[in-house]
């Protein structure tokens, strides 16, 4: 399993989320902050953080990165995910995390998920 960046530890509602993509993924360490809105989402701040990953070796040949962002809000946390894909451009999909319950799921299996769901598209 990659690390992420140094010193880098999240919030616990999101820390799980970020396990389960770094479990597929290994982190690059960088991060960006873009100005914009993410379209389909609850987002109320006229920015949003975008953390870059490189794929583990079993979706290397079909994504360059995956891009990941964490949209917390008071129900729960939106998961943005982007690839950038070998062949076909980029995909990107949502998916909505309520904060009840979150200790007993599978995030390392829902988000392998939600990666092989963005290769069919």
Known sequence: MCGGPPG???PPRRRSGREGAETAW???GYSDLEKGHIRGTGQKLPFYQEIE???A???AAALNQLEVTFLAGPDGVEVVLEADQRIGGDALNLHRVRHEGVEHRDFTTEVD???R???RR
Do not use: E, K, T
Request: net charge neutral.
């Open 57 to 59: 070796p079993r979706y």
């Open 8 to 10: 880098a530890a999240a």
């Open 117 to 119: 769901d963005l290769l």
């Open 113 to 115: 998920g939600w990666v």
């Open 26 to 28: 290994c982190s690059s």
């Open 53 to 55: 990953l490189h794929p």
